[in-house]
């Protein structure tokens, strides 16, 4: 009986295997392509044919670092043509991403049909792109001639070595420069995807920077500091993998801006007006997002800065490097430092605004420590407190029973 329920097991199996090959050898998918205008609309076509009535087929597609997976029914002409047009306004595809896209039919029969998974790269194709490319980069670039091309690639080779020097991870993989020429049309390219652009541009799980310099006189600084930047950004997360948005906010951006060639004046007199004015934001209120505000924003650019390059002096690259690692553990911003530098982040804050902003310490450190004195102070009077209410009830009874 076991032996026959068996051979009717396989025989079943068999037959769904039969099934299944039978619908893929009577599917066929054609002319699979892919045109698209960035940030309005993908158009999918191709010609499904199948000698098999079909039931219903399927559009699916999905960019790399999308969770979502989009599925859209489909409508064949006579001769298997079909054609569907996604507008972005319906759901946002990641910029520069790898987008993969393939064809579900079901036959009337109830077999399934996949098809191949195709692929294109979702690029910003509204510019007329020049590109220079080695082993290491792509530097593309709409504005200038190759001169200024092979300056941003000379710009992003520094930036790399500068990199490396703090971090010990190489290039795998090229990584895509994108020049616009102004600020304006990176905030468009990267809102037509759904992000919101802040300071730093870069997209790291994509391999991809995005910057804004334009030729002209200028130029040469902008690629010094804006390149190397983003890039670090880049690196770091080739460094720390998923583990890369667990990093506090100052250390990216403070690693970032130590690895640009010209660092701005401006962030650097808002630190010391800060400093001469006792308004300096706490290093432990920028482990999460900057501020929003312009101006307390600059300030914790500023303070990142200083204070990663002040770890760096005291603790080196590989003081550096056990931090990264202690973050990327999961540990929380006071804990990481704890466990690397072995002093809390309140201290090294504290040392650094003593040791390099000759900050008054006394005066920082009261402020900084009133919250912890005011919950200990409140700690430790309500005990006392609810021991002296306890204390008289105890007097009442004893004068009661006596009288």
Request: hydrophobic share 45%; proline share 5%; glycine share 8%.
């Amino acid at each position: 009986m076991r032996r026959f329920l068996l051979l009717l097991l396989n025989l079943g199996l068999l037959l769904v295997s039969v099934d299944s090959v039978q619908a893929q050898s009577l599917v066929a998918v054609t002319g699979a392509h892919v045109d698209y205008m960035f940030g309005e609309q993908i158009t999918f076509s191709a010609v499904i044919t199948s000698p098999s009535p079909l039931q219903d087929s399927y559009l699916f597609f999905q960019a790399v670092g999308d969770q979502n997976t989009h599925v859209f029914p489909l409508t064949l002409a006579p001769d298997g043509a079909t054609e569907y047009v996604h507008h972005i306004q319906d759901g946002l595809v990641r910029p520069f991403s790898l987008v993969y896209y393939w064809y579900h039919v079901t036959l009337v029969s109830g077999d399934t049909f996949e098809s191949t998974h195709y692929s294109f790269q979702y690029n910003d194709n509204r510019y007329p792109w020049q590109t220079l490319k080695d082993e290491d980069l792509s530097v593309h670039w709409y504005a200038g001639d190759v001169t200024f091309g092979q300056a941003a690639v000379d710009a992003a080779h520094v930036g790399l070595q500068s990199v490396e020097t703090l971090i010990p991870v190489t290039s795998p993989e090229p990584i895509d420069i994108y020049i616009y020429t102004s600020s304006t049309d990176v905030q468009d390219t990267l809102s037509l995807g759904g992000y919101n652009w802040v300071a730093g541009v870069a997209i790291p799980d994509l391999d991809v920077v995005l910057v804004s310099v334009a030729p002209g006189e200028s130029q040469a600084i902008e690629m010094a500091r804006q390149i190397p930047h983003e890039l670090a950004h880049v690196l770091l997360y080739r460094f720390t993998g998923t583990a890369y948005n667990r990093l506090p906010a100052w250390l990216l951006e403070g690693i970032a801006l130590q690895v640009e060639q010209y660092p701005g004046l401006d962030i650097n007199q808002e630190l010391s007006s800060a400093t001469r004015n006792k308004t300096l934001l706490p290093i432990a209120d920028l482990c999460g997002s900057f501020p929003s505000g312009a101006s307390d924003a600059m300030l914790a650019y500023a303070e990142s800065d200083s204070f990663v390059g002040y770890l760096l002096a005291t603790y080196g690259t590989s003081g550096l490097q056990a931090l990264i690692q202690a973050y990327a553990d999961g540990l929380s911003c006071d804990q990481g430092t704890a466990r690397a530098l072995n002093l809390p982040l309140l201290q090294l804050d504290l040392n650094w605004q003593q040791t390099v902003l000759g900050a008054d310490i006394s005066g920082v450190a009261i402020r900084t420590l009133l919250p912890y004195l005011a919950l200990l102070a409140a700690m430790l009077i309500i005990p006392i407190w609810q021991l002296g209410i306890k204390k008289k009830k105890k007097e009442q009874l004893n004068g009661n029973k006596k009288g």
